[in-house]
């Protein structure tokens, strides 16, 4: 009796058809897993080569002797302690004019987008009427698509003469116009997650809201918003890091001047920008060389940092909006 139950059970045999769609379904799945393993290879492959270009500044004395770190990061002797000027006869390869332009600017951008995006998606979600919600979302959405060099000639020939004399400004060129044009090219893309994230509120909270008593406004900004925190700090995360790594706006209206100033009128250095204006005429394998790898390597440790630090705030949020923290 015993010997008959534990008797293994025969497969039942599958159909021709049966079979050709058991194969047709594994051959997809393979193909998915190879195109995302691909993506997650070529992601590791371009660390990987950037950092390897970058190591010879601490593997090659001559490199070293160029451009230590603290050539790099610390005051040096002279009229100007810090100066980006590596193909000079005494070459000066601070980094601070590059860090003090680029926050500069992705700052201005910052200020600009962050409030144009948020309240522009709070409004299309929450008031906007179905028609002019239909007419304003691509509209928006459509400036994602407008390609950095025609943003960068419209800041360099339109908003260039508006923004110096509507800020009596001395250079056409400086840190408000590249931050100015930058938010044009951030806003669609903080628009877009954060509107997402508010329409994905449950209609209950709105509802509760309402039954209370709150109008529609205070639903929107004590209900609604709070609820789609994450999303909307995911949105700004993201539009950050889009501005810190914007290349053609930023070499076209910045003025690329190394200057260690906070004045949002003077003209600026971005580290995206003096790669793209460098890399083509660098000898290749010189300190110089490298040293534009190494600006790489630090665009890409800030931004990890950065996505990691609102990482772990997004889930604090998520932990205090759900009650579940400790």
């Known amino acids: 009796m015993e010997q008959g139950l534990t008797r293994a059970v025969a497969a039942p045999r599958l159909s021709a058809a049966a079979r050709r769609r058991q194969l047709r379904e594994k051959a997809v799945a393979g193909f998915i897993t190879l195109m995302a393993f691909t993506g997650i290879a070529a992601l590791v492959l371009i660390i990987v080569f950037v950092a390897k270009e970058a190591l010879t500044l601490f593997t090659d004395a001559d490199a070293r002797h160029e451009a230590s770190l603290s050539k790099m990061f610390l005051a040096q002797e002279g009229r100007y302690p810090f100066r980006w000027q590596p193909v000079s006869d005494t070459p000066k390869v601070s980094m601070i004019p590059l860090f003090v332009g680029t926050l500069k600017i992705t700052l201005v951008s910052m200020l600009v987008a962050v409030p144009m995006g948020v309240f522009s998606a709070l409004f299309v979600a929450e008031f906007a009427p179905r028609r002019l919600r239909e007419l304003l979302k691509p509209v928006i959405e459509l400036l994602a698509g407008i390609p950095s060099v025609v943003l960068g000639f419209f800041a360099l020939m339109v908003l260039s003469p508006m923004v110096k004399?509507?800020?009596h400004l001395?250079?056409?060129?400086n840190g408000t116009l590249a931050g100015l044009a930058l938010a044009l090219a951030i806003v669609p893309v903080i628009f877009t997650v954060s509107e997402d994230a508010l329409t994905a509120v449950p209609r209950s909270y709105r509802e509760a809201s309402l039954a209370l008593g709150a109008t529609?406004?205070?639903?929107a900004w004590k209900v609604v918003l709070p609820a789609a925190a994450p999303g909307i700090l995911a949105a700004c995360v993201l539009g950050f890091g889009r501005a810190i790594g914007e290349t053609m706006i930023v070499?076209?209206?910045?003025?690329n001047a190394d200057i260690v100033s906070w004045n949002l009128g003077d003209s600026a250095r971005s580290l995206s920008a003096t790669i793209a204006a460098e890399m083509g005429?660098?000898?290749?394998?010189s300190p110089h060389y490298a040293l534009l790898f190494f600006i790489g390597v630090e665009l890409f440790i800030f931004t990890f940092v950065l996505n990691m630090a609102a990482s772990a705030w997004t889930k604090k949020v998520l932990q205090r909006l759900t009650g579940s923290a400790s």
């Open 165 to 167: 004399d509507l800020f």
């Open 170 to 173: 001395d250079r056409p060129l």
């Open 216 to 219: 529609l406004w205070e639903t």
């Open 251 to 255: 070499l076209m209206a910045s003025g």
């Open 281 to 285: 005429e660098v000898v290749v394998g």
